[in-house]
């Protein structure tokens, strides 16, 4: 099993930014895939970035130049750079790891409004 601890959730004013991290630990044999999706109330789940173990990313068209994704492999660890906030993305973000099986985190509220 793999457990994941995200952090970094919260309030923050339109225009501004949060940095989510997601830590993965337990029986990690290889973390492929990271990354991080979302859920608004009454939606359904979307990818909003991912990255992989060599690097290479993909992001949401709805955030893109907005978020950066990145990794720190030697910790396990992948983050969510969110600038220039929109009250649309308010949402419960989720971690997402890949390592031999699917891996989801509880999610950490952002909220975006002024």
């Known amino acids: 099993q793999v457990q994941l601890v995200e952090a970094g959730g919260g309030l923050v004013q339109p225009g501004g930014s949060l940095r989510l991290s997601c830590a993965a630990s337990?029986?990690?044999?290889?973390?492929?895939?990271m990354g991080w999706y979302r859920r608004e109330p009454g939606k359904q789940r979307e990818l909003v970035a991912l990255?992989?173990?060599?690097?290479?990313?993909n992001y949401a068209e709805s955030v893109k130049g907005r978020f950066t994704i990145s990794r720190d492999n030697a910790k396990n660890t992948v983050y969510l750079q969110m600038n220039s906030l929109k009250p649309e993305d308010t949402a419960v973000y989720l971690c997402?790891?890949?390592?031999?099986?699917?891996?989801w985190g509880q999610g950490t509220q952002v909220t975006v409004s002024s």
């Open positions: 990255i992989s173990s060599t690097g290479s990313t």
């Open positions: 337990g029986s990690i044999y290889s973390l492929s895939t």
């Open positions: 997402y790891v890949y390592s031999n099986s699917p891996y």
